[in-house]
């Protein structure tokens, strides 16, 4: 009699057609000793869904699009739920996608609107672009014999133009300084790589310093050559730089932290109300396990960079210099629709080895959920220790009995605070008109032959101090509106300046030679350092 019942419910399932409720039906079906009322139950819900969608279609007064309403209505139906379960329409799955796998197919180009004309910023090395000759600097004029110049550009429409399968082409005509006309280029879209390590260098003569941005399919063995090369350099010690990292796939995290832990040392737990608990631990077989180590973490860490920093301070592993983490520890499983859309649907709190789940607070509803980082600033968090609000409630112990707290992401055991002295409203214009991006690309695009011979950032720089930089940024911002105030800082004048020489070497090197300058002067490695030494 069960199985008839269970060839009943398949039937029945085919029927509706609903793939969310078959989803969770299947699912349901799959576990053992699950009573035959639960798949009724869940049935009984699909066919209610069935029915309203058949009705609306048919009976409805008037013509509707069901499928757009579907589009509109499952959004709101997973807000209800908590802040990170969500729906993605299939462009926005397949770009998140794309993102964690490491690669997509494209042309190889990184580009900016400015000025309502494409501007091809930088060239994959050995992508299909630098193959027929593209260069920094071209203006995309056209593609595939449509204009793509004027009001109206979104970065949006020329992804979609300029992405696409592996293996077709698509043809843009740009201009180029020095041409007189248009040059065409027919490019055969290939697979380009989108790197997780943004950084690798050594900091000091025994520090090594590696910077990763997120967690996707390919960071584990792009952290580990880093790691290889550091050590053929001379690497003693280590910092791990999550800053803006959002996270990823739990299993990368799991996986690259576990280089640093020694043998059973918990990693990480996760347990939902129908998510049985799991736990990872240490294999023992990490590289890097006695390492002295530092992760550097800021309000935008979230997620797997939560979890990477939570193993190493619970473990006692590691030291954590910054500012408090964002506070996600949710875990999402994706579901994918038959038409590329996707739900990222939270299964599981995670819980840091001490038994923290760091997950802030969402009972006031997604809005203000998402206005917690601008509170924090308000109240003054990012200046100063003291104005951290943490939920002290439950006190939770380190591996080496230190007290840590949960309910609101991970406190660093260093607080290093924004720093606020060079701000000035002169400062704050020209960055808030943006025209310091403006200026430098500016600046680059009319130099680029004479910059090349630059090759590094110290004859870069030279040549920016001999060339009055700053001066004729000052004039550019005086010439839309910005006057230059007398009573401007030193030191505000002196952080524009290096803003503006960042941005410069962000457009005419490499992302490696932009991270090393900044860091140069940023407080939060000198305090990672410092904990080191």
């Known amino acids: 009699m069960k199985r008839l019942y269970r060839i009943l419910l398949y039937i029945l399932l085919l029927l509706c057609g609903f793939f969310a409720g078959g989803y969770v039906v299947l699912k349901m079906w799959q576990r053992e000793n699950v009573k035959i009322e639960n798949f009724i139950r869940v049935s009984n819900r699909t066919n209610k869904v069935s029915t309203l969608v058949t009705a609306m279609e048919n009976k409805y007064v008037e013509k509707i699009d069901v499928d757009s309403l579907i589009e509109e209505v499952l959004p709101v139906i997973l807000e209800k739920l908590d802040p990170h379960s969500a729906y993605y329409p299939a462009e926005e799955a397949q770009e998140s996608n794309d993102e964690l796998h490491g690669s997509f197919s494209g042309i190889g180009i990184q580009f900016s609107v400015q000025d309502d004309t494409i501007r091809v910023n930088s060239v994959v090395r050995g992508g299909p672009s630098e193959k027929v000759g593209v260069l920094a600097g071209d203006k995309i004029i056209l593609i595939d014999d449509s204009l793509y110049a004027g009001q109206g550009i979104s970065s949006n429409d020329v992804v979609k133009n300029l992405k696409g399968p592996e293996g077709t082409e698509v043809t843009i005509s740009v201009m180029r300084s020095g041409e007189p006309e248009l040059i065409d280029f027919t490019i055969e879209r290939g697979p380009i790589p989108l790197k997780s390590v943004d950084a690798s260098y050594m900091i000091t003569q025994e520090i090594g310093y590696i910077l990763i941005n997120k967690f996707g399919e390919t960071t584990y063995s792009e952290m580990m050559n880093c790691l290889a090369n550091l050590q053929n350099a001379g690497m003693k010690k280590l910092i791990v730089d999550l800053r803006g990292n959002t996270g990823g796939y739990l299993g990368t995290a799991i996986q690259m932290v576990n280089e640093f832990l020694p043998k059973n040392d918990m990693i990480v737990y996760t347990e939902g109300a129908n998510s049985r608990y799991a736990e990872q631990r240490a294999n023992g077989h990490g590289r890097y ?24 301070q619970d473990n006692d592993r590691g030291t954590i210099v910054g500012r408090r983490s964002y506070g996600k520890g949710l875990v999402q499983e994706p579901i994918d629709f038959s038409d590329g859309s996707s739900i990222r649907l939270t299964i599981a709190r995670y819980y840091t080895p001490s038994g923290r789940c760091i997950q802030k607070p969402y009972d006031e509803g997604s809005e203000e959920y998402a206005k ?44 290093v605070p924004q720093d606020t002295i060079a701000y000035s409203e002169y400062y704050a214009s020209i960055v808030r008109k943006s025209i310091v991006n403006k200026f430098s690309f500016r600046y680059v695009d009319s130099r680029r032959s004479d910059l090349k011979q630059y090759n590094t950032t110290e004859k870069l720089i030279s040549y920016l101090n001999r060339d009055n ?16 105030d007398a009573s401007a800082t030193s030191e505000a004048i002196a952080q524009l300046k290096r803003v503006l020489y960042a941005t410069i070497i962000y457009d005419a090197m490499e992302m490696e030679d932009y991270i090393r300058y900044v860091n140069e002067d940023d407080s939060t490695i000198k305090k990672a350092i410092e904990v080191l030494q």
Not at 289 to 312: N, R
Not at 469 to 477: I, P, T
């Open 289 to 312: 396990q006695t390492i002295p180590l530092v992760v550097m973490i800021d309000e935008s860490s979230a997620s797997a960079s939560e979890i990477f920093a939570g193993a190493v």
């Open 372 to 415: 917690d980082l601008f509170k924090r600033y308000e109240h003054g968090e990012f200046f100063s220790a003291d104005s951290v609000k943490l939920d002290q409630t439950e006190v939770f112990k380190t591996k080496n009995g230190r007290t840590v707290y949960g309910g609101g992401g991970i406190m660093p055991d260093h607080f």
């Open 469 to 484: 930089v700053l001066s004729q940024l000052q004039q550019s911002a005086a010439a839309e509106g910005v006057k230059r």
